[in-house]
C-alpha cells in the first residue's frame, strides 16, 4: 500500500504540474495517474487502497466542503435568494429529461432505463467545482454579483435531488412505482441538514472560545464533527433524510458568522490539508475508470451526453431568468455547471450490479461523461472567468 501512496503521489504531482504547465487543469492530470495506475491499466494501485477508496474519496470531499463552509458567508446565500435554489434542481431534471427522450434513440434501451442513465449523469460534481468557486471568492471576481456562491450552493445540493430520483427509478425497476413521497425527502433532508450543522456550528463556536486550543486541534476536533455528521446521514437514513454533506457546509457557515477571525485561520490550514486531499481524491477518481468501456462506447455516447449538456445549458438560463447577472455571467454558470464526476464514478455501476439489462450501457456513458466533462469543465472554468467576470469589491443584490 505505501508504494502505491508513493506512486499515487509522485505521479499525480507530476503530471498535474505538466498539465499546469500546458495551461490546463492539475485535476486532469491526477485523473488520469489514477487511469494509468489504476486496475484497468497498469494496476499498480493495491487492492487494500481500492476497497477503502470511497471512503478516502469521502473524506476528500469533506474537507473541501468544510472549507467552503468556512469561507461561504450565510448573508450573502440569503440575498443570492432564489436562483441558488433553482439551481439546485432545475438543470439537473433538464438533463434528466434530455437523456430520458434521447437516449432510446441512440441505444436499444427503455425510456425507464434511460431515466435511470439521466440520473447517473445529472449531478455536477462538487469535487470538482467547489474548489474552483473558493478560488473565485478568494481572487474576487464575481463578488459583486455573488456568482460563486450562486454557484457552490447549487452544486452542493443537486447531488442529493438527483440521487433521490436515482433511487426511485431503480424501484420502479424492479417492479414498483414511483413514490411521489420520496421527493419529499428532498427538503427535509436540506432542511435538517442545514439545522443541524447551524445547531454544532454555535456549540463549537461556544467550545472554541470558552477553551484555549491550538488551531491544529480545532482543525481536527472540526474535521471529526464532520465525519460524524456525514455517518449520522447514513445511521438515519432508514428513519429521516438528512444532508450530511449540507450539514458540513453549515457547520463551517455558522462558525464563519459566529467566529470570523477563527474561520479566516481555519480556512487556510484546509487550504493546506486539500492539497493532498486534491490529490487523493482525483487519482481516486480515475481509477474507477475503465478505458475499456469508453472504448466501446462510440459516437452515439458522446453525441447523447453533449445533446443532454446542451439542454443542462438551458436550463441554467432559464435558473437565471430576471437577476442582474448580463449574459457573461450568465455563460460562466453554464459552464461551471458542467463538471461531473464524484456521483458518477459512486453510482455509475451501480444498475449494472443490480442487473438491469442496459446497465453496462449506463456505466460506459457515465465513464464517458467523467472523462470528457471533468475536464471540460475545469478547463472551462479556468479559461474563462477572467473573461467573463468582473473582479470588483462593491456589493449588490443578484
Known sequence: MLFSLALMVLCGLLLSGTMQKLKMPGLVGMLITGIVLGPYALNLIAPGLLNISADLREIALIIILTRAGLALDIDDLKRVGRPAILMCFIPATFEIAATTIFAPKFFPISYLEAAIMGTVLGAVSPAVVVPKMLKLMESGYGKSKRIPQLILAGASVDDIYVIVLFASFMGMYRGGSFDI???????????????????????????????????????????????????????????????????????????????????????????????????????????????????????????????????????????????????KERLFCAIAYLPKATVQAAIGGLPLAAGI?????????????????APLGAIGIDATYKKLLAKTNDISNV
Open 357 to 373: 439489462a442496459a446497465g453496462n450501457t449506463i456505466l460506459t456513458v457515465a465513464v464517458l461523461a467523467i472523462l470528457i466533462t
Open 181 to 327: 413521497g420520496s421527493l419529499a425527502r428532498i427538503p427535509i433532508a436540506i432542511v435538517l441538514g442545514l439545522l443541524t450543522g447551524i445547531l454544532l456550528g454555535f456549540g463549537l463556536v461556544k467550545l472554541f472560545k470558552k477553551i484555549h486550543m491550538r488551531d491544529t486541534v480545532k482543525v481536527l476536533i472540526l474535521l471529526s464533527t464532520s465525519f460524524l455528521l456525514v455517518t449520522l446521514e447514513t445511521t438515519i437514513k432508514a428513519y429521516v433524510p438528512m444532508s450530511g454533506l449540507l450539514a458540513v457546509m453549515a457547520l463551517g457557515g455558522t462558525i464563519l458568522k459566529q467566529y470570523g477571525i477563527l474561520a479566516k485561520r481555519l480556512s487556510g490550514k484546509f487550504s493546506k490539508i486539500w492539497v493532498a486531499a486534491e490529490l487523493i481524491l482525483f487519482v481516486l477518481i480515475g481509477a474507477t475508470v475503465d478505458i475499456s468501456y469508453a472504448a466501446k462506447a462510440g459516437i452515439a455516447a458522446v453525441a447523447l451526453i453533449f445533446i443532454a449538456l446542451a439542454i443542462r445549458i438551458c436550463g441554467v438560463f432559464v435558473c437565471l431568468i430576471r437577476t442582474k447577472l448580463n449574459v
